[in-house]
């Protein structure tokens, strides 16, 4: 059976300080998540990232759930909110 693709968009703001990048890209490369693009600004002292996520897996659905919890408690320990958005739901008429 063939690995099943699917995109999202994390959205992560916050305070700005140093390592949260790395904390949140450990997170989607812990899951085997691979990075497509990534941005980054900071606004008057608030940290804003956005990247495209593909993940690879039988159970894309599962994937994403745990994708999901596992950023929003990372985010919780960091001072982020963080949000995972399925790139099909954006990108649908």
């Known amino acids: 059976m063939a690995e099943m693709e699917s995109k999202v968009v994390i ?3 916050g305070k700005d300080k140093p390592g949260l990048v790395a904390n949140v890209t450990s997170v989607v ?7 497509e ?9 608030i940290f804003i990232m ?3 996520v593909k993940l690879l897996n039988l159970n894309s659905s599962k994937k ?12 919780e ?3 982020l909110k963080i949000h995972v958005y399925p790139v099909k739901t954006l990108t649908s008429a």
């Open 11 to 13: 959205i992560a703001i």
């Open 37 to 45: 693009e990534l941005d980054q600004v900071v606004l008057q002292g």
């Open 77 to 79: 320990k960091i001072g």
């Open 50 to 52: 956005s990247m495209i």
């Open 64 to 75: 994403l759930s745990e994708l999901t919890s596992k950023l929003s408690k990372q985010g």
């Open 29 to 35: 490369s812990e899951l085997m998540g691979n990075i």
